[in-house]
């Protein structure tokens, strides 16, 4: 499968400062506190200054910026480096006040990161600067490259089920595009955090077009149940087992029916729970595909 979505880590397995990090709070553990978002802006601003150094590329991204910030654009009267830019001084005087302002700054940093001006190898350390930024601030989102080169970020709550049924879901649904498609909005939206209805219904509609595509049929989720029993059956599953994924997905498509689709009073941590529970759905019948490779 080729589709490939890896978390940029910052660990000390990855980056030398977290390791440095991980070092001293096994002998200060009390050390271990997060400083919240003006700080992570800082950091973002001081990695920024040391990928673009003297270099013009960013004079490409300025203008958008300007324009996702509702801010006028200024031309640069002499280029004394991205330091002195104004596009810095309008990064430094942007305040992150609110989780809106977070969002709307992650979404300038995926910019800056998928522009072309700079090369793969100054992108993939400007991303593993971001990556520390983000936890040592404790910032509750993660930064993804994506097939091609480009860069996402993407909810985080826990890593463990992050990678095992967000990030490695997103990466082999790379054969089922559309079902892909709508699995990748719904995290957007959870990253933007103000789209609950929608992104539990993304959700929904990932998982039945995976069925779609998978049976060859276009058949609504519900009247997929016995098929996908069958699937499991075929794989050597246990009874109880296929019993268990059958209910759960029985109630799954009931609360998306009652709570989502005819009504909007599905919660944050619903939709926290429906992101892991859609994962762990399609990550079972994904499994059966990797181990045919």
């Known amino acids: 499968m080729g589709g490939k979505v890896r978390q940029v880590l910052a660990d000390g397995e990855h980056s030398e400062r977290m390791k440095r990090r991980e070092s001293f709070l096994l002998r200060f553990p009390d050390a271990g506190g997060t400083d919240g978002h003006e700080k992570f802006q800082m950091r973002c601003i001081t990695a920024l200054i040391e990928y673009y150094g003297n270099s013009e590329d960013y004079l490409a991204d300025y203008m958008d910026i300007c324009d996702m910030l509702g801010q006028g654009y200024r031309e640069e009267a002499f280029h004394l480096g991205f330091q002195n830019s104004n596009l810095c001084t309008l990064l430094a005087e942007f305040e992150l006040r609110e989780e809106s302002d977070l969002y709307l700054w992650l979404q300038i940093l995926e910019r800056l990161l998928d522009s072309p001006g700079r090369g793969d190898k100054q992108k993939k350390r400007l991303a593993l600067k971001i990556a520390e930024a983000l936890k040592l601030s404790?910032?509750?989102?993660?930064?993804?490259?994506?097939?091609?080169?480009?860069?996402?970020?993407?909810?985080?709550?826990?890593?463990?089920?992050?990678?095992?049924?967000?990030?490695?879901?997103?990466?082999?649904?790379?054969?089922?595009?559309?079902?892909?498609?709508?699995?990748?909005?719904?995290?957007?939206?959870?990253?933007?955090?103000?789209?609950?209805?929608?992104?539990?219904?993304?959700?929904?509609?990932?998982?039945?077009?995976?069925?779609?595509?998978?049976?060859?049929?276009?058949?609504?989720?519900?009247?997929?149940?016995?098929?996908?029993?069958?699937?499991?059956?075929?794989?050597?599953?246990?009874?109880?087992?296929?019993?268990?994924?059958?209910?759960?997905?029985?109630?799954?498509?009931?609360?998306?029916?009652?709570?989502?689709?005819?009504?909007?009073?599905?919660?944050?941590?619903?939709?926290?729970?429906?992101?892991?529970?859609?994962?762990?759905?399609?990550?079972?019948?994904?499994?059966?595909?990797?181990?045919?490779?």
């Open 138 to 293: 404790g910032i509750g989102a993660a930064l993804c490259r994506l097939e091609g080169g480009r860069y996402a970020f993407y909810p985080a709550t826990e890593p463990f089920l992050d990678r095992a049924l967000v990030f490695d879901v997103l990466g082999w649904l790379d054969a089922y595009p559309k079902a892909r498609e709508q699995y990748r909005e719904a995290l957007r939206l959870l990253l933007h955090g103000d789209r609950t209805r929608k992104a539990i219904d993304c959700l929904r509609l990932s998982l039945e077009l995976f069925c779609k595509q998978r049976y060859q049929n276009e058949k609504s989720l519900e009247n997929q149940f016995s098929l996908i029993g069958s699937e499991l059956a075929d794989r050597g599953l246990s009874a109880e087992l296929r019993n268990l994924y059958t209910t759960l997905l029985a109630y799954y498509a009931k609360f998306n029916n009652e709570h989502v689709k005819h009504d909007d009073s599905a919660n944050a941590a619903e939709a926290d729970f429906a992101l892991y529970l859609t994962g762990s759905f399609l990550r079972l019948l994904l499994l059966s595909d990797r181990e045919t490779l």
